[in-house]
Structure formats: structure tokens, C-alpha cells
């Protein structure tokens, strides 16, 4: 009869509400978890640089210290905040960006000039490390519709992994193409390379393959997870494959039916 259709209608939406709700719930009850997890990295982050800051301008300070001591105080000083302002550099990023605060804004880019420019800010960065540094792509009035800033900070966070990660005497190659539907920029190189185990983990903030290896090497683990938040931003993807001691590559795809067109 009808009153009982209408009454298994009214049970059959208020078991969709509430499993809706249950779902609603977990998820904001994992999103808290995930932020806890986030804010108690951050401290641990920022509590190792602060605990060596404290210790050694305690020791410099207990003992007569000669001036020679005291510059090698501050130089490990500067180190040690220099990493501290990268770490919060890269944080400020990423809160900005799962605020929504940081809007794009697409301006057209020589892919050859903005490639060109990395691969000499890539020279930069490699300092005396030996390491060769290629640029393959062909210099034929590409241009691409990209927020500058925001790429150019991408690729250089993939460009100074690989540089990171490569012992002397490597080679790390940046390539580009362009395909009917997309623009790809390629990072490779040959070092230390990635567990298959550990590639799914990479992009998420703070982790690394190895803690203790890279825990005074500048880096703060938040630089992959910056990458993909840029990739992400540009309706683009990025992939990695590795084979561990021959190196890495990491793919970015930018599509450009939305964002990209080229002439050339
Ligand atoms: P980090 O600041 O530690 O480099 P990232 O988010 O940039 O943080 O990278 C996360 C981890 O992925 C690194 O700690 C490292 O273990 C691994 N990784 C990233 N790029 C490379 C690469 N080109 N070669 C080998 N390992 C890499």
C-alpha cells in the first residue's frame, strides 16, 4: 500500500543520510589525524636544526673560545638555518596552497628560454660537484601557457634532487617533447636511483628513502609534494621510474588543451 512504500522510502534515505554522515565523519576524522601526523613532523623537523643552534653556541660560549672557533661556530650556524628557512619556505607553500591561497597566474613561456635558464641555474646549484648537465630540447618557438613562478620552482626542486642525488661524474638530462595533446618535461639522472617500494611514497610530505643518508643534505622532504601541488595546479600529472644505482627520471605532463598551445 502506499503509506508503507512511502515509509520504506523515508527508511531506505535516512540509512543513505546516515551511512553518508558515517563516511563524512571518517573522513574528517582521518583529514584530523593527517594533521596532527603534519604538525608533529613539523616539529620534529624544526627541533633537530634548533637542538644543534642551542647546543653549539652553548658549548662556544662555556669555553674560551678562539676567534677561528667561533667562526666555525657561526658558519654551522648559518647552515643549520639556512635549512631552517628553507623548511619553512616550502611549509608556507604548501599550507598557502591547501588553502587555495595561492591562485595561478598563466603568462606564455618559451619552453626552450625557461629550460635553457634551469639548466644554467642547474650549473649553479651543482657547485663544484662534478656533473654534467644536458639540455635536450629542440629550440623551435615552443611556447607553453604556464604560471612562470610556480613551474620554474618545480622543475628546479626535480633538477636539484637530481643533482642531490647523483654522485660525481653523473649526467642529468633535461628533455622536453610535444605531442598532439601534451607537453613533456623530463628530468633524468644517473644516481643513486628509488626502491620500487618507495615510489608510491615520495610525494607525500616529509618522507625519504632514507632518513639518516639524507638528513643533513639541505633537504627538507617537502620538495616532491611541492612539485605535484604545482604539477596538480596545471591540470598536468607527473610520473618517476627508477632502477636503483642507474638513476631516476621524472616525467612532467602538462596537457594542452586547457592550459598549453605552441607554435613553432
Ligand atoms: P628531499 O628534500 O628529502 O629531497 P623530496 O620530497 O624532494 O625531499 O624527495 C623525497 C625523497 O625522494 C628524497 O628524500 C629521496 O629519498 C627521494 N628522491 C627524490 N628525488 C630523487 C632522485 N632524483 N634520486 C634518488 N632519490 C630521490
Given at each position: 500500500t502506499q503509506p508503507l512504500a512511502t515509509d520504506q522510502l523515508n527508511s531506505t534515505a535516512v540509512r543513505e543520510l546516515a551511512e553518508s554522515c558515517d563516511r563524512l565523519i571518517e573522513r574528517m576524522f582521518s583529514a584530523l589525524h593527517r594533521a596532527r601526523q603534519f604538525s608533529a613532523h613539523v616539529a620534529h623537523e624544526l627541533r633537530t636544526p634548533l637542538t644543534i643552534l642551542r647546543g653549539e653556541t652553548e658549548i662556544a660560549l662555556r669555553r674560551k673560545s678562539e676567534i677561528t672557533d667561533i667562526r666555525q661556530v657561526l658558519e654551522s650556524n648559518l647552515e643549520e638555518i639556512t635549512r631552517m628557512s628553507y623548511l619553512v619556505d616550502d611549509l608556507l607553500t604548501l599550507s598557502k596552497s591547501d588553502l587555495g591561497e595561492i591562485p595561478l597566474q598563466p603568462t606564455t613561456i618559451s619552453l626552450h628560454q625557461l629550460l635553457k635558464d634551469l639548466q644554467r641555474q642547474g650549473q649553479v646549484l651543482a657547485g663544484g660537484k662534478e656533473i654534467l648537465l644536458e639540455l635536450d630540447c629542440p629550440d623551435t618557438g615552443i611556447v607553453i601557457q604556464a604560471d612562470e613562478l610556480r613551474l620554474r620552482q618545480a622543475i628546479l626542486n626535480l633538477l636539484t634532487n637530481a643533482i642531490r642525488y647523483t654522485p660525481t661524474s653523473g649526467v642529468v638530462t633535461i628533455a622536453a617533447r610535444v605531442t598532439e595533446s601534451a607537453v613533456t618535461i623530463r628530468i633524468s639522472d644517473t644516481g643513486i636511483g628509488i626502491e620500487e617500494r618507495h615510489l608510491q611514497h615520495i610525494?607525500?610530505?616529509?618522507?625519504?628513502?632514507?632518513k639518516n643518508i639524507h638528513q643533513y643534505d639541505g633537504g627538507t622532504g617537502l620538495g616532491l609534494a611541492i612539485v605535484k601541488w604545482v604539477v596538480d595546479a596545471h591540470h598536468g600529472s607527473i610520473s618517476v621510474s627508477s632502477t636503483p644505482g642507474q638513476g631516476s627520471s621524472f616525467t612532467i605532463t602538462l596537457p594542452k588543451s586547457r592550459n598549453n598551445s605552441t607554435r613553432g
Amino acid at each position: 500500500t502506499q503509506p508503507l512504500a512511502t515509509d520504506q522510502l523515508n527508511s531506505t534515505a535516512v540509512r543513505e543520510l546516515a551511512e553518508s554522515c558515517d563516511r563524512l565523519i571518517e573522513r574528517m576524522f582521518s583529514a584530523l589525524h593527517r594533521a596532527r601526523q603534519f604538525s608533529a613532523h613539523v616539529a620534529h623537523e624544526l627541533r633537530t636544526p634548533l637542538t644543534i643552534l642551542r647546543g653549539e653556541t652553548e658549548i662556544a660560549l662555556r669555553r674560551k673560545s678562539e676567534i677561528t672557533d667561533i667562526r666555525q661556530v657561526l658558519e654551522s650556524n648559518l647552515e643549520e638555518i639556512t635549512r631552517m628557512s628553507y623548511l619553512v619556505d616550502d611549509l608556507l607553500t604548501l599550507s598557502k596552497s591547501d588553502l587555495g591561497e595561492i591562485p595561478l597566474q598563466p603568462t606564455t613561456i618559451s619552453l626552450h628560454q625557461l629550460l635553457k635558464d634551469l639548466q644554467r641555474q642547474g650549473q649553479v646549484l651543482a657547485g663544484g660537484k662534478e656533473i654534467l648537465l644536458e639540455l635536450d630540447c629542440p629550440d623551435t618557438g615552443i611556447v607553453i601557457q604556464a604560471d612562470e613562478l610556480r613551474l620554474r620552482q618545480a622543475i628546479l626542486n626535480l633538477l636539484t634532487n637530481a643533482i642531490r642525488y647523483t654522485p660525481t661524474s653523473g649526467v642529468v638530462t633535461i628533455a622536453a617533447r610535444v605531442t598532439e595533446s601534451a607537453v613533456t618535461i623530463r628530468i633524468s639522472d644517473t644516481g643513486i636511483g628509488i626502491e620500487e617500494r618507495h615510489l608510491q611514497h615520495i610525494f607525500d610530505r616529509f618522507y625519504r628513502v632514507d632518513k639518516n643518508i639524507h638528513q643533513y643534505d639541505g633537504g627538507t622532504g617537502l620538495g616532491l609534494a611541492i612539485v605535484k601541488w604545482v604539477v596538480d595546479a596545471h591540470h598536468g600529472s607527473i610520473s618517476v621510474s627508477s632502477t636503483p644505482g642507474q638513476g631516476s627520471s621524472f616525467t612532467i605532463t602538462l596537457p594542452k588543451s586547457r592550459n598549453n598551445s605552441t607554435r613553432g
